[in-house]
């Protein structure tokens, strides 16, 4: 029996289990209220790293590589580096089979010192620098994605081998094109480059691709938007990649032979959000193609996804230090802990939702509707709304913030020149740092005294 059990009043601030959709795999949560993930106490990994840190597991990741994996094959689920790159969460892809999307030569630095194997690289991006783009052509990249027609000379002029391209494709309908979380519109045909599925830039640029002949043209490539979890925009991109594949076919002879339909799937901040149902997509996804292939008489290409959150998002949980607490008479209870909109933009951003418990204590307070804040004083500045967190919060009190591995560390600051949080890897008992914590004088070293001469 746990001490839940024995003592109702404990039970509303100890959750009974920890949300798979939400934790991580090997989340744990003992009956003093403390937190495991990959058999390490959170509270260690804050007295033992400090705060704020971001925590993350790396079965979690390994699992969710593997069910894609599964899903679609291995080479064909295309890791968007955007997501969360650093040299051991790049091994942990690499060891698992998957190809990897980069958009930076900072990326495919970091690629390289693991010696993630060039042919499953893809160079996207629709503005990719020289340097990016030399870098690219060093490593020996596999594949890189044309997003623009100025690409296709510049490309060609610095390439010494024949070169795998795929070309960047717009979707032609707005419908199902939202950000399913925030309910916003994903971002509009007018912002984005690539080539609109029908019309003749299109042929213009198979055209100009074809020309070159270090240029392979091998396929389509297309990104929906973010967040999604309905398969339906998924399924009309298919269906006008192959209505376009034919078309190309037909007038230009081009037999192209891969489509990636990019990521952008559904991972649920909270316990109430819905969740991406993978197995269901890609067969979906496959019937979808296949049939749109007997229809035009091609063969079935090779279908790509590019996944970035949902691989890592869920093996991710940031703690934090509660570092100031306030209790309106309406009940509502305001907390401010020592990260925020510098370690995680998410909210202010993309209104991007989360929920937070509390860590190594039990409370015997009812939880009450509580705002989590940073430390930015920001109105944007809103970690959590509405978490149901003990009322009894206090300066010093540990917070845990699961869903936390995609697009935080990625997108972090130094905003009001606050360090950025070390990254640190659990598993089986053991914990490692990935990404050390930024200290005051990596922040400070750039800047440079004006009264003293180089
Ligand atoms: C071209 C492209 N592919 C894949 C992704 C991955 O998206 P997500 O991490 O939401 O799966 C992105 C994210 O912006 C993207 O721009």
Known sequence: MTLAELIPSLRTSLPAHLHGDVWPATARRDEHGEISVGGVRLGELAARFGTPAYVLDEADVRRRCREYARAFGPGDVVYAAKALTCRGVLRWIADEGLSLGVQSAGQLATAAAVGFPADRIVLQGDAKSPTDLAAALDHGVGTIVIESGS??????????????????????????????????????????????????????????????????????????????????????????????????????????????????????????????????????????????????????????????????????????????????????????????????????????????????????????????????????????????????????????????GAYQLSLASNYNLVPRPPLVAVDNGRARLLVRAETLNDVLARDLDPDIEE
């Not at 009309?236 to 594949?245: D, E, F, K, Y």
């Not at 079935?300 to 949980?317: K, T, Y």
């Not at 509580?370 to 930015?376: I, N, P, Q, S």
């Open 151 to 404: 690409e296709i000379p510049r490309l060609a002029a610095l390439l010494r081998r024949r070169q795998r391209v795929l070309l960047r494709v717009l979707p032609d309908w707005d419908a199902g094109r939202v950000d399913t979380m925030s309910m916003l519109p994903a971002a509009p045909v007018a912002d984005r480059f690539g080539v609109p599925a029908a019309g003749t830039t299109l042929d213009e640029m198979v055209r100009r691709i074809t020309d070159q002949p270090m240029l392979e043209l091998v396929g389509l490539d297309f990104y929906l938007g973010s967040r999604t979890s309905r398969f339906g925009g998924y399924e009309r991109a298919i269906s006008h990649l192959v209505a376009t594949m034919a078309a190309l076919a037909q007038r230009h002879g081009t037999r192209l032979t891969e489509i990636n339909i990019g990521g952008g799937h559904a991972v649920p901040g909270t316990d109430t959000d819905g969740q991406f149902a993978l197995d269901a997509f890609a067969s979906r996804a496959r019937k979808v193609l296949r049939v749109a292939c007997d229809e035009h008489d091609l063969p079935v290409p090779r279908l790509a996804v590019a996944p970035g959150r949902a691989i890592v998002a869920r093996a991710g949980v940031a703690l934090y230090r509660v570092l100031a607490v306030r209790r309106d008479p309406d009940g509502h209870q305001l907390v401010a802990v020592d990260g925020g909109l510098s370690d995680n933009p998410r909210p202010a951003l993309y209104g991007a939702r989360y929920t937070a418990v509390l860590l190594g204590r039990l409370s015997h307070a009812g939880d009450q509707r509580t705002t989590v804040v940073g430390r930015h004083d920001e109105s944007g500045d809103v970690l959590v709304r509405d978490a149901p967190l003990p009322g009894d919060l206090r300066p010093g009190d540990l917070l845990a913030v699961p869903c936390s």
